[in-house]
């Protein structure tokens, strides 16, 4: 009965993976920028199809319209699963999601950064951290104006946030997905480190 058990769970796992997967990889920042006539979002900027990319191509209802769809299909991945399978599966599905951001198989493996995507994830795992990690993230955006830079202190401190309310599933969750947003933004780790990351509003250097 016991080895049933099991491998319904790991059913359930795979089956939130892959529905998260599915749900995430779904380009928002690419289909917005298209619909407001930006183009290809993916030849300007980072090329990343996440809402600051989109931001670059001066279309504020596209990005705002990114960050939302973004975050909410982290949000839904994790509550549908959630729903249907229970909490172990929820965090599958989140970290589904944000895989599918990351890695979407419809535009070869590259997609957005993560930040957005995460916000739903936490908001829909534990809404107390995920409020605190956008409060995170919205003050060292407006004492820094680097979104990369506050997407980095958001992925470090979400962890800690999980531990301190005693949530340690989640947490080893949030040290995933902070792993994965070190990995999208290695390339801007190395400008920080140079002092040639931009601020919002400015042009990404050549």
Known sequence: MSSLNLTAGWSSAGIALGVGYLLGSIPFGLIFSFIFGA????????GSIGA??????????AAGLTL?????????????????YGPDAALFAGLGAFLGHLFPVWLGFKGGKGIAVSLGILLALY???????FASWGAV????RISSLSA????????????LFHRPH???????????????HRDNVRRLLRGEEPRVGQSKPA
């Open 68 to 84: 939302l769809w973004d975050a909410l299909k982290g949000a839904i991945a994790v509550l549908t699963m959630r729903h249907w």
């Open 152 to 163: 980095l202190v958001t992925a470090i401190v979400t962890p800690i946030y999980m531990a």
């Open 39 to 46: 183009g290809d979002v993916r030849k300007i900027g980072s």
């Open 170 to 184: 989640e947490a080893v969750l949030a040290v995933l997905l902070a792993m994965l947003v070190f990995i999208a």
């Open 141 to 144: 955006l407006a004492v820094f």
């Open 127 to 133: 809404w107390p951290v995920g409020l605190l990690a």
């Open 52 to 61: 600051t990319n989109v931001l670059r191509t001066g279309k504020y209802a």
